[in-house]
């Protein structure tokens, strides 16, 4: 507004630029605490009611069933802790490969075929797919449809339909970043295209990939509806894949909404966790990264 | 054979030359061979039949699409010569160096037509297997690009595990193509470190060694110096003197006065064509065409 | 030419824009040096006048005034030395700069030529015994030599190589005449004055004879920068020379 008289005014702080910044800097910090007083108020309840059920006991003796009678002892959450990790990990070993590979094909091989932009699309869609479809997907196919039990190896089924366009998704965005040059420079030096894949893009891409998997084993392994429908909850611990297994989602669900004091304890301590594993799951994903972070 | 196998002798000298020659070893010129070779031994004692081959260019077109960019070129790079490729940016050079080793129908909707003849072989020909090709015919890119999760062993010996062929004898052969690469004494004793770690000039050799480690016929190179500083230029102009004695040498360079130190024969493209080809000095003191000259003098480009 | 250089342009760029800075410094560079030239004939126009009237004062100043052509000759030759060095000449403009070096020292040596007749001058004495018709025929190579200057100098920056050789034909004269001196003086009889001038226009005859040469030289220049290729335009070994 007012002209210079001498030229190094124009450099000059003044008190109105302070004041815009003080505002704008306040209004994000602001919108920043009101973001995280949720989670902060969340594992506040998950840890100052759920650490109370911790003990011995509770993680290693499977829930004994009995909810009505809190003389007796009600067990603890061993069956869904085991069962969280064998059905989630099935899921993942259907999962990962068949996302890994539906990656690499739309980055080295389909890249911008009209084929290829239909499945990216409806990759996108499925990613935003409610995980309760999956779950009734599952159990209509396999289940209902069929005239067969539930089981656990259905609910991986349904954990895998839901993990693999999130591990499609981010192993594309990874296989992506290599960047072409290294490609071509072993494409130069007389490799296969399948070599070029194996022995160059894919461990360069390896760090990126390990964490999209943790992440999305991460995902699924909190999810409750698919489970509800198609792996049917058992109390004991279970290492047979083809019948009933409990887990950690369905286990709380249960506990929940139960009259007796110390299930729903139970049910707060289940949740932590649960949500502990991931939290584990997230932070062994960040060193993996960190760690391969070269050039 | 030679009393002293170069392979295993460790005073063996780093001249480019020398270093390649253990597979292809001419029983008939070993007679000098039998004693010490030292320092200053004459690389041509070891020239043999398949010294670097010769890539003649015949009616060669380059298409992206419908786009033709290289538009009919007949051009001939002898073996044991350096071949200097200039021209003003989007002159079609760089692809048609892509075209010699079949990369540029790596790119989608990419074709090419024509004839391109390793000796007197037609490496379009439908029967030939392409991975081959790019074995004899290697390429250095202009922004250095070693393997990133590779130490710089593993990133020579790369060019070999990943190849067709059998990958026996590796340290000995990593040992050579560093040595003709120039750069054996400045990493023999960080063979396993990441090979990013490397300077600039230093990771382009690398590059290089990488490629010689396959022993190709000829090698291509796409401005290979220009991400690099002076001094690293130069030892690269060095190396390629050397190296030019085995090995085909194309180089794409937007540098003249680097074409004017390095090449043996220049060529000059402009449009997707070829305007002038001849020997080096003449293209620089006293071009036929015309616009061979305006380049050249700078009047555009 | 024309639709070459269009081609060229149509290929997106500028045509004969670039390095304006450089093309520049090429023409000042050359018109320095064939400027010269001027100089030459100035000085070689009062040293003919300085033999014809025995002018010695006129000598003195042609021996002073040497000092400009040497003057141009560090100048170009620094001028060459600092384009060769910072822009790296090549092709056309290479083959100019590397006769351009050529050219200046063939004029310094023309300049130091009009410096050996003028110190002659005064050695003859004020009031020498002229014999008319060796006079007459010493002015008559001196309008030859002057000529040739003239014209090496028009061929050079008309890069004419047809102009360029006909100065050898005009050497030839020169040549001629340089022998007819020669023998004229042979014959020139017993006093020993006349004798003495008689050698003296011998040697005034040769410095001519060397100018013209010299001029050939140019001439020879300029067929080097527009073909590339040097050879030699006259058979100057076969001439009788003193």
């Known amino acids: 507004m007012s002209t210079p008289t001498h030229s190094l005014q124009r450099f000059e702080l003044t008190s109105a630029r302070r004041r815009k910044d003080r505002l704008a800097r306040g209004s994000i910090v602001a919108a920043t605490v009101v973001a995280l007083i949720p989670l902060a108020l969340i594992v506040y309840y998950l840890l100052s009611k759920g650490l109370g059920s911790w003990s011995w006991n509770f993680f290693t003796t499977d829930p004994t069933g009995n909810t009505f009678f809190a003389k007796q002892s009600i067990g603890g959450v061993k069956s869904a802790i085991l069962g969280t990790i064998e059905i989630v990990a099935l899921a993942a070993l259907l999962a990962v490969p068949i996302g890994v590979g539906v990656a690499v094909w739309l980055v080295e091989y389909g890249r911008d075929g009209r084929f290829a932009q239909l499945v990216r699309f409806f990759v996108d869609v499925l990613t935003g797919v409610p995980s309760i479809m999956f779950g009734l997907f599952v159990y209509i196919v396999l289940i209902a449809g069929t005239g067969s039990s539930y089981a656990a190896y259905k609910g991986s089924f349904a954990l895998a339909l839901l993990m693999l366009p999130v591990v499609t998704r981010s192993a594309e965005v990874v296989l992506m970043l290599v960047p072409a040059a290294l490609r071509e420079s072993a494409l130069a030096l007389g490799a296969p295209r399948w070599k070029v894949i194996a022995r160059i893009v894919l461990p360069t891409a390896l760090p990126g990939l390990v964490t999209g998997v943790l992440l999305a084993i991460a995902r699924a392994a909190g999810e409750t509806a698919p489970l509800l429908f198609t792996a049917a909850a058992t109390f004991k611990t279970s290492f047979s894949l083809s019948g009933f297994m409990n887990s950690l989602p369905v286990q709380i669900y249960n506990d929940v909404t139960s009259p007796t004091t110390a299930v729903v304890n139970r049910a707060w301590g289940a949740a932590l966790a649960l949500v502990s594993m991931i939290l584990l799951l997230n932070l062994f994903a960040r060193l993996v990264s960190r760690r391969s972070s070269i050039g | 054979m030679s009393a002293t196998d170069p392979r295993t002798d460790p005073t063996t000298p780093e001249i480019a030359s020398e270093m390649l020659e253990p597979k292809r070893q001419n029983p008939a010129q070993t007679g000098q061979a039998g004693q010490q070779q030292d320092v200053s031994a004459k690389p041509d004692a070891t020239m043999l039949p398949r010294s670097g081959l010769t890539v003649t260019l015949q009616a060669l077109k380059a298409f992206y699409g419908d786009v033709e960019q290289v538009k009919g070129i007949d051009l001939e790079f002898r073996s044991s010569e350096v071949t200097a490729i200039i021209g003003p940016s989007g002159c079609g050079k760089s692809t048609m160096i892509r075209c010699i080793n079949r990369m540029h129908e790596e790119i989608p909707g990419a074709r090419a037509e024509g004839k391109v003849l390793l000796d007197e072989l037609d490496v379009y020909d439908p029967s030939i297997d392409v991975v081959a090709v790019r074995r004899a015919i290697g390429m250095v890119f202009q922004k250095p690009n070693p393997f990133p999760t590779m130490s710089v062993f593993d990133n020579v010996a790369a060019g070999l595990r990943l190849s067709s062929g059998k990958a026996g004898d590796l340290e000995h052969r990593v040992e050579s193509a560093l040595r003709g690469a120039g750069l054996w004494d400045e990493v023999s004793d960080r063979l396993s470190e990441p090979g990013a770690g490397l300077s600039g000039g230093q990771q382009q050799r690398l590059c290089i060694a990488r490629s010689l480690a396959v022993e190709p016929e000829v090698i291509l190179m796409d401005e290979p110096c220009s991400a690099l500083d002076p001094i690293a230029t130069l030892k690269i102009e060095e190396l390629i003197d050397q190296l030019k004695r085995r090995v085909t040498i194309v180089i794409v360079t937007h540098n003249m006065q680097q074409a004017a130190r390095v090449a043996d024969r220049t060529a000059f493209m402009l449009g997707g064509e070829l305007v002038e080809v001849g020997a080096t000095e003449k293209i620089f003191t006293t071009p036929e065409d015309s616009r061979t000259e305006e380049y050249v003098t700078g009047k555009f480009g | ?242």
Not at chain 3, 86 to 112: K, N, Y
Not at chain 3, 140 to 155: D, F, L, P, Y
Request: with cysteine; charged share 25%; net charge negative.
């Open chain 3, 1 to 242: 030419m024309s639709t070459e250089a269009n081609a060229g342009r149509a290929a997106g760029l500028t045509g004969a824009q670039g390095r304006q800075h450089f093309q520049q410094q090429l023409a000042e560079l050359e018109a320095r040096a064939l400027g010269t030239l001027d100089v030459v004939v100035e000085q070689l126009d009062r040293t003919l006048e300085a033999l014809a009237h025995q002018d010695v004062e006129l000598a003195q100043m042609v021996i002073a005034d040497d000092d400009r052509v040497d003057g141009r000759y560090l100048e170009v030759h620094q001028g060459i030395l600092s384009l060769l060095a910072t822009q790296a000449p090549v092709a056309g403009d290479l083959r100019l700069v590397a006769a351009l070096l050529h050219v200046i020292v063939h004029v310094e040596r023309m300049g130091d030529q009009c410096v050996n007749i003028a110190k002659l001058i005064p050695l003859s004495g004020y009031e020498p015994p002229v014999r008319p018709e060796v006079l007459e025929t010493i002015l008559k190579m001196g309008a030859h030599a002057r000529s040739e200057v003239v014209q090496c100098k028009a061929s050079f920056s008309g890069r004419d190589i047809a102009l360029a050789e006909d100065l050898a034909r005009q050497d030839r004269e020169i040549n001629r005449l340089n022998r007819e001196i020669f023998n004229t003086a042979l014959e020139i009889g017993d006093d020993p004055d006349t004798r003495e001038w008689a050698m003296h226009m011998i040697l005034v005859a040769r410095a001519l004879e060397r100018i013209g040469d010299n001029a050939v030289d140019v001439g020879e220049q300029v067929a080097f920068v527009v073909t590339g290729l040097f050879r030699e335009f006259s058979d100057q070994a076969n001439s009788l020379d003193a």
